[in-house]
């Protein structure tokens, strides 16, 4: 099969697409034939060197397709089926991948429109569940207009939160329609967001790493009370909790966010797609920033 891969570390030009052997689905596992896979930053912070040091590495996590082989166990998918999940050996963008998790897609959509979802719904659905984000909270939602920081906000409204969600001039329309209060972020955010809840908010969550854990913490009134997915230096300086995948996963948001989507009260996030071939553009789009939403490799 064809698959993504780089063998040495450096910029979009080392990506290349080479001849891997078919892998196989293991006891509880399913295959698929790829059909779209998710870009996501940990792609190209891998490819840099900045996470695993192992020469080569396969690249992708999350990708959607039809269920071509059924590994021991597996009873709740049918050969053939659409789904998207998980590839926990990070090996999705390729002409097969193995998923460990995975859900059915939604009927009235297609295999673009979910393949980056997996991974920011989960990310999402954890740092809320860790932040205990319940009916009559107020949260924040610091860079509230990516893929993680949308899904946040809707899974929050969803749950009967009040939410405030940062982000720059342009994205606040987008924000008021996924049901959220705007700010601009960067200086003066304190002031801006207590103009709204004069005694601040109860809780507050970080997507965005932009250094602003002192005024999240202030405004939520507790280091408890705050929870960061994109800042591991600042959680370590200010005692605040760094929510990471491995330390146990929010896989039942691949389950529920079928139905709530079909329902209409998820919206998913707007994605651009480039073939497979095109890896090292989607690359270059994504390291530039600024994407609203998600990109996504189209495979077949």
């Not at 190209?44 to 959607?64: F, H, I, N, S, V």
């Not at 984000?133 to 993680?148: E, H, K, P, R």
């Not at 003066?188 to 908010?201: F, H, I, M």
Request: glycine share 12%.
């Amino acid at each position: 099969m064809k698959a993504a891969r780089f063998s040495r570390f450096g910029g979009p030009e080392v990506l290349e697409l080479v001849d891997l052997p078919d892998p196989h689905a293991g006891p509880g596992q399913i295959r698929i034939a790829v059909r779209a896979a998710g870009v996501n930053a940990s792609d190209w912070k891998k490819r840099q060197g900045l996470m695993d040091q192992e020469l080569p590495q396969t690249l992708g996590y999350e990708a959607a397709g039809v269920v071509d082989e059924i590994g021991e166990g597996v009873t709740d998918v049918n050969l053939g089926d659409r789904v998207f999940g998980f590839c926990t050996d990070g090996a999705a963008q390729a002409e097969l991948a193995v998923l460990a998790y995975f859900a059915p897609i939604p009927l009235s959509h297609n295999f673009i429109d979910v393949a980056a979802l997996p991974a920011a719904v989960e990310t999402a659905t954890r740092a809320l569940d860790q932040l205990g984000v319940q009916n009559g909270n107020t949260l924040l939602v610091n860079g509230a207009s990516g893929s993680v920081g949308s899904a946040a906000v809707q899974l929050a409204v969803i749950r009967g939160a009040r939410v405030i969600g940062t982000a720059s001039l342009s994205n606040h329309e987008y924000l008021r329609s996924l049901g959220a209060e705007p700010v601009t972020y960067g200086e003066g955010l304190s002031e801006r967001v207590r103009a709204l809840v004069p005694d601040g908010v109860d809780l507050a969550l970080d997507v965005a790493g932009t250094g602003a854990l002192p005024v999240l913490i202030e405004l939520a009134g507790d280091t408890d009370h705050v929870v960061t997915i994109a800042d591991f230096d600042g959680a370590q300086t200010y005692g605040v909790r760094f929510s990471r995948g491995d330390s146990g996963r929010a896989i039942h948001a691949l389950g529920d966010i079928g139905a709530l989507i079909e329902s209409g009260r998820f919206s998913l996030p707007p994605t651009r797609a480039f073939p497979l071939d095109e890896i090292a553009e989607a690359h270059r789009v994504g390291e530039k920033g600024h994407v609203q939403g998600k990109l996504v490799l189209e495979v077949g």
